[in-house]
């Protein structure tokens, strides 16, 4: 997707993608942090983490890297929703 815009578009566009992805993620992480309290209390009591927390927490983690990569030109890869969702690793 970023490939079919020049660099100065790009850059220009960056504002736009930092605004919405921005407010997305900034909304995505009072959640996380829910989660993560929630993950904390379900392995202090069970003894075992919980994996798709775990996951749904790694596809944030990913996703706010991606963003920060992108709003300091490192990369033009677009963090969600301009482009699909991913993880960088597996739950371990």
Do not use: C, H
């Amino acid at each position: 997707m970023a490939k079919k815009f020049g660099e100065r578009k790009e850059a220009w566009f960056r504002i736009i993608v930092a605004i919405v992805s921005g407010i997305i993620l900034g909304i995505w992480k009072i959640l996380i942090i829910v989660l993560a309290i929630l993950n904390w209390l379900i392995t202090v009591f069970s003894g075992k983490r919980n994996r798709e927390l775990a996951d749904f927490s790694e596809s944030w983690n990913t996703e706010s890297y991606k963003y920060a990569r992108y709003l300091t030109f490192v990369s033009n890869k677009r963090p969600f929703p301009f482009s699909k969702m991913q993880k960088m690793s597996r739950f371990e």
